[in-house]
């Protein structure tokens, strides 16, 4: 069973340019979590969604940013018109159902832009 | 207004002796509390998790505290061993919703 996968591991962008970001979830998981990681910091939640469904955006910059979690393939954290300040590490996670329940991570895609 | 604190940075302990990282939360709505390890380019995994109906969870080498009253929790790791050295994140949700991350403290374990 593979774990989740994310792709790519690294991108570059230069200013003013779209970062797509993809994340596979676990099979059979329905739910997806987005994080990002800026150096020396934590993991800051960023959008929960189900298949179809954004359940919790409350993290999501209200501009630039935006997620889907189509019913056919993989979710989708799309940042348009980058800045150097989107530099981070970009974590997805997924978890078999609501509830208390851990999350499986992949390994991040890390952003730079240059 | 960050809701899950972990004080400590950093923590160096030698190896076989125990490791205690603490974590420190603020919102009395949570319920559930987690800790993951990430090791540098991974993903966090899953170590350990503890409902607020418990004040103890234990798992190997791996023991999770629960005071509610002081809204602290903290992992205690014993013995430590090398490959023990990591970054570990503390972590809380509500309702069943999202977790919540701490900036996460860095264990080196010493040989």
């Known amino acids: 069973n593979a774990g989740v996968m994310q792709n790519p591991r690294h991108l570059v962008r230069r200013r003013g340019q779209e970062a797509r970001l993809r994340c596979s979830p676990m099979?059979?998981?329905?739910?997806v979590y987005w994080y990002r990681q800026l150096p020396e910091e934590g993991l800051k939640f960023m959008v929960y969604?189900?298949?179809?469904?954004?359940?919790?955006e409350s993290g999501m910059p209200k501009e630039r940013f935006s997620a889907e979690f189509p019913k056919e393939g993989p979710s989708i954290l799309r940042i348009q018109q980058v800045v150097r300040g989107d530099s981070a590490a970009y974590f997805c996670a997924s978890s078999p159902f609501t509830g208390n329940t851990e999350a499986f991570f992949g390994q991040g895609t890390r952003l730079t832009v240059v | 207004d960050q809701q899950v604190k972990q004080n400590s940075p950093s923590l160096s302990v030698q190896e076989g002796r125990i490791s205690i990282l603490n974590c420190d939360y603020t919102?009395?709505?949570?319920?559930?509390f987690l800790w993951y390890k990430k090791y540098p380019a991974e993903g966090p995994t899953f170590l350990i998790s503890i409902s607020s109906i418990k004040d103890k969870n234990e798992d190997g080498r791996f023991t999770v505290f629960l005071n509610k009253s002081a809204k602290h929790l903290s992992l205690h790791i014993v013995p430590s061993q090398p490959g023990d050295s990591a970054v570990y994140f503390c972590a809380a949700s509500a309702n069943a919703g999202k977790s919540t991350f701490g900036d996460g403290t860095t264990l080196t374990v010493k040989p």
């Open positions: 099979k059979g998981h329905s739910h």
């Open positions: 919102n009395s709505m949570f319920d559930y």
């Open positions: 969604l189900q298949k179809e469904n954004i359940i919790d």
